[in-house]
């Protein structure tokens, strides 16, 4: 089992920035592909952004090249660097990491950070 806890979520004005955080319980943040998914009310969970393993990174297009998810194993740490924040950005934002298998991958999921702009 994986615990996941993210924090740095809050309320900021249209054009804040905000670094939200994920921590893990394993020693070692070995997991093939973390990443960052948001959810807001009424909508479907999202992809923001993945970071494998080996350092290859994906990004929704709304990021639009102002997020970055980043990763500090030594304190088993990933990181979402969000700028340029918008109103349509409100939303709980979940860290995810997960193990690929033969057949089923495991995937664990944190309880999530709000995050809301105001315009």
């Known amino acids: 089992q994986v615990q996941l806890v993210e924090s740095g979520g809050g309320l900021v004005q249209a054009g804040g920035s905000l670094r939200l955080s994920c921590t893990a319980s394993r020693s070692s943040f070995t997991a093939d592909v973390t990443g960052w998914y948001r959810q807001a009310p009424g909508k479907q969970r999202e992809l923001v952004a993945t970071?494998?393993?080996?350092?290859?990174?994906n990004y929704a297009d709304f990021v639009k090249g102002r997020f970055t998810i980043s990763r500090d194993n030594r304190k088993n740490t990933i990181y979402l660097q969000m700028t340029g924040l918008e109103p349509e950005d409100t939303a709980v934002y979940l860290c995810?990491?997960?193990?690929?298998?033969?057949?089923?991958?495991?995937?664990?999921w944190g309880q999530g950070t709000q995050v809301t702009v105001s315009s």
């Open positions: 970071l494998t393993k080996d350092g290859r990174t």
């Open positions: 995810n990491a997960r193990w690929i298998r033969a057949i089923v991958d495991d995937s664990y």
